[in-house]
C-alpha cells in the first residue's frame, strides 16, 4: 500500500509569486491535514480537509489556502510568498477525521522563497 | 507558555544507553501522538495513545491523562535511533497541537 505522497519535493520561488503544493493520502483515507514547520515556530497546523470540505483551519493569513478533491487529493496554495513562508510543508492523511484515528505523514515539500 | 512542553531540548547519549523522553500538555486531551522525523524531513507516526502504556519492539510509550504527562522510552538505543521524536496532542478534529521536538543522537 502506497503511503502519503507529497510532490514536489523541493521548491524554489521568489517573493510575491505563488505556489502549489500537492498531497496525495494513504487509498482510502479521506481526511488530510496540513502543517507547516519552520526552525522558529516548529510544526503548526494549517488546516484539514474531509470528503472535500475545510473542517478546520489553524491561525494562518488568507494567503494560505486549500482545497481536496473528490478522489482526496488535496492541494494547499500559499499567494504572494514572502520569504518566511519559507518551510518545510507536511501533510497526513488518516481513515477520517477526528483524534481517534492515527494519521500518516508523507516526506514534505521544502520551499524556499528568495 | 507552550501548550505541549518536552524535555529535554537534546539528548546525545552512548549507544546501549536506555532513554527517556518527557511531553507535557496543559490542555485537555483525548489523545496523544509520538512522532519521529529523520533528517530529510519525513515524519512517521510512532504511537497514538489516550491511556496506559504501549510497546512497540524497544520503543515504550506512557501516559498519565491526570497528571497530563507522556514518556516515550527506548531501551537499548542504536545509531539509528538518531532523530528528532516530536509530541503532538489532538485538540479535536484532526487538530494537532506540537511540541518542539527533542534531538536525539545516539553515538556508537
Known amino acids: 500500500k502506497a503511503g502519503v505522497t507529497q510532490t514536489p519535493r523541493y521548491l524554489i520561488k521568489t517573493r510575491g509569486q505563488q505556489v502549489t503544493l500537492s498531497c496525495s493520502p494513504i487509498?482510502?483515507?479521506?481526511?488530510v491535514s496540513w502543517y507547516q514547520q519552520t526552525p522558529g515556530q516548529g510544526l503548526q497546523f494549517l488546516f484539514e480537509?474531509?470528503?472535500?470540505?475545510?473542517?478546520n483551519k489553524g491561525n494562518f493569513p488568507g494567503r494560505f489556502s486549500g482545497r481536496q478533491f473528490s478522489n482526496s487529493r488535496s492541494e494547499m496554495n500559499v499567494s504572494t510568498l514572502e520569504l518566511g513562508d519559507s518551510a518545510l510543508y507536511l501533510c497526513?492523511?488518516?481513515?477520517?477525521?477526528?483524534?481517534?484515528?492515527?494519521?500518516?505523514f508523507g516526506q514534505g515539500t521544502r520551499l524556499t522563497v528568495v | 507558555k507552550n501548550e505541549v512542553e518536552q524535555s529535554p531540548q537534546n539528548l546525545t547519549a552512548q549507544e546501549g544507553e536506555f532513554i527517556t523522553i518527557n511531553c507535557s500538555y496543559s490542555v485537555g486531551i483525548s489523545a496523544l501522538h509520538w512522532l519521529q522525523q529523520h533528517p530529510g524531513g519525513g515524519i512517521v507516526s510512532l504511537f497514538m495513545l489516550s491511556s496506559g502504556k504501549k510497546k512497540h519492539g524497544r520503543l515504550i510509550a506512557t501516559i498519565n491523562i491526570q497528571e497530563k504527562h507522556s514518556s516515550l522510552h527506548i531501551t537499548a538505543s542504536h545509531p539509528r535511533d538518531s532523530a528528532v521524536y516530536i509530541c503532538a496532542v489532538f485538540q479535536g478534529a484532526q487538530k494537532l497541537v506540537f511540541g518542539q521536538g527533542t534531538r536525539l543522537t545516539i553515538n556508537p
Open positions: 497526513a492523511s488518516s481513515l477520517l477525521p477526528g483524534e481517534v484515528t492515527e494519521a500518516f
Open positions: 480537509y474531509f470528503s472535500e470540505t475545510q473542517r
Open positions: 487509498s482510502g483515507h479521506r481526511s
